[in-house]
């Protein structure tokens, strides 16, 4: 029974350690300079900084001596005064969980760093390619190549309307879009983002909002006069 409450009071313990851990997610473009900002105030004497259990930098202020580890040497900068990391030339290799230990105390703080590429310049194709304006519906695609630039939210523009989020391909059908002359899509994640360059759309009709507009005054007009103004 004893060892039963131990172990329970081991889980609880565990419990607690694990739910005082606080994670920030952090991204990096590919080639550029990470900065880890410690949530600590006063004297330090000690510093770890930690990509997962790989040693990034040390600080030992009774012995003054600062060391960067492995492949983090000549492009790492350890602030002594305030524990402050940073990181240049990141490639997708530093990518990871990154922890600090400030005086042999281990702070809760975590950073999920991620190491992306600049979304590409995105180019809309029209599928199938023989799409014409006797089809029904066609379907737009968003292309470009996102390797190692996810996460990527795609958005589209009909025309001069706003931007809308969306998914990478987007349905036309002939009943829908006819007033709408051209179509743009968006790639964007992070730390970048990019427009393809408008393409017209097949089933547009130039006639069609002033067509609209006439045949809306007209009804007007004869509900106006058939009402006996």
Same mark, same amino acid.
């Given at each position: 029974? !004893? ?19 606080? @994670? ?23 510093? @770890? ?36 990391? !940073? ?9 990871g969980v990154y ?16 190491? *992306?590429?600049?979304?590409?310049q995105p180019v ?22 996102? !390797?190692?630039?996810?996460?990527? *939210? ?27 002359? @051209? ?42 006069f058939g009402a006996?103004?």
């Open positions: 029974m !004893e060892k039963l409450t131990r172990c329970f009071m081991s889980v609880l313990l565990l419990s607690a350690v694990l739910s005082s851990v606080l @994670t920030e997610e952090k991204f990096v473009r590919d080639g550029g300079k990470l900065e880890l900002r410690p949530n600590f105030s006063g004297d330090i004497n000690t510093v @770890t900084w930690k990509l997962s259990s790989d040693m990034v930098a040390e600080w030992l202020k009774s012995i003054n001596d600062l060391t960067y580890y492995d492949v983090f040497k000549g492009r790492t900068t350890l602030n002594k005064e305030t524990g402050i990391l !940073e990181i240049t030339n990141m490639s997708s290799a530093d990518s922890s600090v230990e400030i005086n042999n105390m281990v702070l809760p703080e975590r950073y999920n760093v991620k190491v *992306i590429k600049e979304v590409p809309v194709e029209l599928k199938p390619l023989v799409c014409t304006s006797a089809y029904k519906q066609c379907t737009l695609h968003c292309e470009g190549n996102i !390797e190692g630039a996810e996460p990527v *939210i795609y958005s589209w523009k009909m025309g001069d309307r706003e931007w809308r989020n969306g998914k990478k391909n987007r349905t036309i059908t002939k009943d829908e879009t006819t007033r709408d002359k @051209t179509f743009s899509c968006q790639m964007k994640n992070p730390i970048s983002d990019k427009q393809s360059e408008p393409i017209e759309n097949i089933f547009y009709k130039s006639g069609v909002a002033g067509s609209v507009s006439v045949n809306l005054l007209v009804v007007i007009l004869a509900v106006v006996g103004f």
